[in-house]
């Protein structure tokens, strides 16, 4: 009884270490990503692709109202998977920092400046006692002096960079598929495609327009652009992969 009190104390304690150096909350905010829908980010020589996996759990919720994709400056995306109430916090956190550089030094702020000052502030809810960690994993992409850059933060504070990710549901299988699949040559069609690709390959082989988000940003003009629903169906067509059937939630 004696251990199992001792466990719990761990267990419930955001600021306390267990015996073998883990934080339970942490782990347990990581669970919470992965019941998230997937998000799926790609680095190519052209830019950067982002997808996300936004079910539209109803036919009378308007699927716009479903975000998972965010502009966080002109040259810098964000998807998230996870609390997406946890992701809309880090995100206006991210704004405002990348409002705060443009302001205080007069340039647009860093990719990889952004996504650590992001992860400082996630990492302070793992060592403050009366607060959670973020439930949510974010993917953060962007142009830093002309160079594609693509970042993903984790529940515990820490950034990594990546050619191609996922976050999210079925993240091992996403995961495997982009390293078999990943090349390094690709242009920014290759990349929305192999991004699409994956998500179709955890969804029967193929996806509705309206519950895909696609956002890229451009080495060229160095903007970030989320694609709208009838752009979204013109790729899903193009690369074979629309969902022909009947939605569903219209039977």
């Known amino acids: 009884m004696q251990g199992q009190a001792q466990q719990q104390a761990y267990d419930r304690g955001i600021t306390i270490f267990s015996p073998d150096g883990r934080l339970y909350q942490v782990e347990y905010a990581r669970?919470?990503?992965k019941r998230g829908t997937a998000s799926i980010g790609v680095r190519t020589n052209d830019g950067v692709v982002l997808a996300v996996d936004k079910r539209v759990p109803s036919p009378l919720l308007e699927d716009s109202s479903v975000e998972k994709i965010h502009k966080a400056d002109d040259h810098v995306g964000i998807a998230s998977a996870g609390h997406v109430a946890d992701a809309r916090q880090l995100i206006d956190f991210a704004r405002r920092q990348a409002q705060v550089n443009q302001l205080r030094y007069g340039e647009p702020i860093g990719v990889e400046t952004l996504t650590k000052e992001v992860t400082d502030h996630i990492q302070?809810?793992?060592?403050?006692g009366g607060a959670r960690p973020f439930g949510v994993a974010l993917i953060v992409?962007?142009?830093?002096?002309?160079?594609p850059r693509l970042f993903?933060?984790?529940?515990s504070g820490t950034p990594y960079e990546w050619k191609a990710l996922a976050v999210g549901a079925d993240r091992g299988e996403l995961q495997n598929y982009l390293e078999e699949n990943y090349d390094d040559e690709a242009d920014l069609d290759g990349g929305i495609q192999l991004a699409l690709d994956a998500l179709a390959s955890?969804?029967?082989g193929s996806l509705l327009p309206n519950e895909v988000g696609l956002a890229t940003v451009d080495v060229e003009t160095e903007t970030f652009e989320q694609?709208?629903?009838d752009r979204i169906e013109g790729y899903l067509e193009e690369n074979d992969l629309l969902d022909t059937g009947e939605d569903a939630t219209d039977e």
């Open 31 to 33: 669970e919470a990503v």
């Open 124 to 128: 302070q809810y793992t060592q403050v």
């Open 141 to 147: 992409g962007g142009i830093d002096n002309g160079e």
């Open 152 to 155: 993903e933060t984790d529940p």
């Open 202 to 204: 955890v969804n029967d």
């Open 227 to 229: 694609f709208d629903k």
